[in-house]
């Protein structure tokens, strides 16, 4: 019974164990409004749930082209390819912890042949079998497991909000892009209104009627028109490159071609949203997972106040020959325990612990500045719309009276009452309302991006509406 002394004290210890030395986890306490301050909806604690279905909100805008684009940047998007290994890499790191609850087993076998002038040659041969265990007495190994597992939620976390992050921006570009294709066939309007008053000034020039000056005025109009027209094409191309970067592609090798009929869509929100869709946003989960594994790491720390333990175990086999090797009279066997504890570190043990407790408060702050951030993102995106969507009802209000106005100038000016050139201040002003109307239409959609990226994607209520609402 003497031999295995040392088995049941080992086992009595990982009965009796100890308390866990990984303090009780607890959610640092945040500044929670009790609403919100746009709109209607009550806050609550937020807990992770950034796991949660988003479904695929980018569908709500019922562009085929972007459901495209966006489908794509899971695969090609190089953040979010990144993202994925990196996600990868903590799995790896959590199995590699969990392997360490088990024991380790090794093989080594060898062969050797000895003689010399006056001896014949002999064979012997030896095998091996050692294992090697530290059992978790004190759960230094199980803190270091579940600290992984909160590593790997991080990560994941930091994919979803990749994810999130590259469709955002996508659509973001997208809108850009297509509002500065409607930018450009107006002010390709705007231009050819100043071509035709160039040629009707040029020829009152040539027939006394006008001076000089009236020519370099219509000349000077025609040439900052088309400088404008320009931009405009730069913009364009600006957005396009960025939309092909998001979606894994070299610029050169992208294009969107230029749709005129192309419409603003707009998801219509419900009045109330519910601020439980904040526990889905990505970096909100990945805070709280880093508080979690720096409570983690205190345990760890603590550890180094108590012995480990080892368990080592061998069988050994030595024969002339191999048949020999299996037989019982040549194996060997050897079983020893082991334990070993620091006596003096000069206080590093507690310097440890003191700098994981530091790092707990480190992540509880950053747990609360990142909620607080996502509160201030959710309310800003919230006013945005609110006021966007009055401010549309006015640019759509004073498009409408320009167009009025182009259209009584034009008559006035068929009916000889007034020259040309009032005619290309009305149209130059109506295009202007016509491009103000479509900013802020896309201002609109842009801003439901924005909302959606705020509270960690897309959920069930959201609808579309006409673009003129």
Request: with cysteine; net charge neutral; charged share 20%.
């Amino acid at each position: 019974m003497n031999r295995f002394r040392p088995l049941a004290l080992i086992a009595a210890l990982l009965l009796a164990g100890c308390a866990s030395l990984e303090p009780a986890y607890e959610l640092p306490v945040t500044d929670m409004p009790v609403a919100f301050k746009e709109g209607k909806g009550v806050w609550v604690q937020a807990a992770p749930a950034d796991t949660l279905e988003k479904g695929p909100w980018w569908e709500l805008f019922d562009d085929p082209l972007l459901n495209a684009l966006a489908s794509q940047v899971e695969i090609s998007n190089q953040n979010v390819v990144a993202a994925v290994a990196a996600y990868d890499q903590a799995r790896a790191i959590t199995r590699e912890q969990r392997a360490s609850l088990f024991p380790q087993v090794n093989l080594d076998a060898s062969q050797n042949r000895t003689g010399g002038p006056d001896r014949p040659t002999t064979r012997s041969y030896r095998v091996n079998i050692g294992a090697t265990w530290e059992p978790d007495v004190f759960g230094r190994l199980r803190l270091a497991v579940q600290g992984a597992r909160y590593g790997e939620q991080i990560a994941q976390a930091d994919l979803y909000a990749a994810q999130l992050a590259a469709r955002g921006e996508l659509a973001a570009n997208y809108f850009a892009l297509r509002q500065a294709d409607i930018a450009y066939a107006l002010q390709q309007q705007v231009v050819a209104g100043y071509q035709r008053n160039l040629q009707i000034t040029s020829n009152r020039y040539q027939a006394g009627v006008v001076a000089r000056t009236d020519t370099l005025q219509a000349e000077s109009q025609l040439a900052n028109a088309r400088a404008d027209l320009l931009g405009i094409e730069q913009q364009r191309a600006t957005f396009e490159h960025a939309v092909a970067v998001l979606v894994g592609r070299a610029p050169a090798n992208f294009d969107i071609p230029v749709d005129l009929k192309w419409s603003v869509k707009i998801p219509s929100l419900p009045q109330e949203v519910p601020s439980t869709l904040l526990q889905r946003r990505p970096d909100i989960a990945a805070a709280e997972r880093q508080v979690a594994q720096a409570n983690a790491q205190i345990g760890i720390a603590r550890a180094g106040y108590f012995p480990s333990f080892g368990i080592t175990g061998s069988l050994t086999s030595s024969a002339a020959t191999i048949g020999d090797l299996f037989n019982a009279s040549s194996l060997a066997w050897a079983l020893g325990t082991s334990v070993a504890q620091m006596i003096f570190d000069a206080g590093a043990t507690s310097a440890r612990v003191d700098q994981s407790r530091a790092a707990l408060n480190a992540s509880a702050a950053r747990y609360r500045q990142t909620v607080l951030t996502a509160f201030q993102d959710v309310e800003d995106q919230l006013v945005a719309l609110r006021v966007l969507e009055q401010q549309q009802a006015l640019r759509a209000q004073a498009s409408r009276a320009a167009d009025l106005v182009e259209q009584q100038v034009l008559n006035r000016y068929e009916a000889g009452q007034v020259n040309y050139t009032e005619v290309i201040t009305a149209q130059q002003s109506a295009a202007s309302a016509r491009r103000s109307l479509i900013q802020a239409q896309i201002d609109r959609q842009v801003a439901v991006v924005a909302l959606i990226q705020a509270l960690g994607g897309g959920w069930p209520g959201l609808a579309l509406a006409e673009a003129g609402r």
